[in-house]
């Protein structure tokens, strides 16, 4: 393609008789698509893996005949939305922050703090995540040379208070922590602790994207909603978006009251699979009864916190997923991003 340009002077008269003229060439843009991570053969960043952080081996890309995805470019702060209402906060590349790490379960924890209600409801630090229910799911685990309680449960509930956050645990374990324990929030698909290298500035990371390097989520990214910094003895949390991109979707099987629903196909009935994560379900109408989270989840029964709108008439369900489009994923401890 081509076009001219013709130059005029303040007065209407004719610069450069003829204009300029300028050719356009199209070139492949290498997968690269306003929604960012989406195509099927590309994540976005590495150029050669699909949204599960598999390696993209067909042949006959729509979009490219080796199916090598070219990575995204620099990318700066938007003006506004593109065509798909998408805004791009900054960070990848340019301003971005490298060597960053999962906490271990060998660096400093944290102490349960008085007063506990009960052996399955406790107290907290204040300084966790600010946001109702996001360790629900994940794996809360005692330690400490005097406590009572060594072990691990599943948080059911995480309720955020003004001075002491708190969490209920499953009685299962039959743990009974007090305030001589230590405690450290495993990773789960919504959250994860970082190391010491991390900033000590609460939002230091807010609406950046995270994209992890190695472990099970190797080459998976999603975008951070919050992150709670602090000095020596308090945590670095994040928490990571898993509640807005769809990932499955499907019928409701059954609903046995607000917080018990059956999905039916495609989800699987192995136990666990989808703990931790959020789903949105909405009636025969499509009227949303709320998008919650999965607390537990044995074969296809789902139990979400908090309880839907309705005890009755769950019809469809989706079960969200990270920003890159693909399941949300639950690191591990050491793993780098």
């Not at 067909?58 to 003006?79: F, G, H, I, R």
């Not at 798909?84 to 060998?106: F, I, R």
Request: net charge negative; with cysteine.
């Amino acid at each position: 393609a081509s076009f001219m340009i013709q130059s005029k002077d303040a007065y209407n008269n004719v610069r450069g008789v003829g204009g300029d003229l300028f050719v356009v060439r199209a070139f492949s843009d290498g997968c690269q698509t306003l929604s960012v991570g989406r195509d099927f053969l590309c994540d976005g960043f590495s150029g050669t893996t699909d949204p599960i952080g598999t390696a993209a081996t067909d042949l006959n890309s729509p979009c490219s005949d080796q199916a090598l995805c070219a990575p995204y470019p620099p990318q700066v702060e938007s003006n506004g939305p593109n065509l798909h209402g998408m805004l791009v906060a900054g960070g990848d590349y340019l301003n971005e922050v490298t060597g960053l790490s999962v906490k271990t379960t060998t660096e400093t924890k944290m102490v349960l703090p008085f007063p506990n209600s009960s052996a399955t409801v406790l107290s907290i630090s204040p300084s966790e995540i600010d946001i109702d229910d996001i360790y629900v799911g994940a794996t809360i685990e005692f330690s400490g040379a005097t406590c009572p309680a060594t072990g691990s449960a599943t948080i059911i509930d995480y309720v955020v208070a003004p001075t002491m956050n708190e969490v209920i645990i499953d009685a299962s374990p039959g743990l009974t922590p007090n305030a001589t324990c230590e405690y450290y929030i495993h990773p789960s698909p919504t959250t994860v602790h970082l190391s010491s290298g991390a900033s000590e500035v609460s939002g230091t990371y807010d609406n950046y994207y995270i994209r992890f390097t190695s472990g099970a989520c190797n080459e998976r990214w999603t975008k951070v909603k919050s992150y709670k910094g602090g000095m020596l003895g308090q945590v670095k949390a994040m928490a990571l978006e898993a509640d807005v991109a769809p990932w499955m979707a499907g019928s409701v099987s059954a609903q046995a009251d607000a917080t018990n629903i059956t999905l039916g196909s495609p989800a699987t009935a192995t136990s666990q699979t989808y703990r931790g994560m959020y789903v949105t379900v909405k009636d025969s109408l499509g009227a949303s009864m709320g998008t919650r989270k999965i607390k537990d989840y044995q074969w296809g029964h789902a139990i979400v916190e908090p309880a839907l709108t309705a005890s009755s008439g769950a019809s469809t369900y989706t079960i969200h997923g990270w920003t890159d489009g693909g399941m949300a994923c639950s690191a591990a401890a050491t793993d780098t991003f």
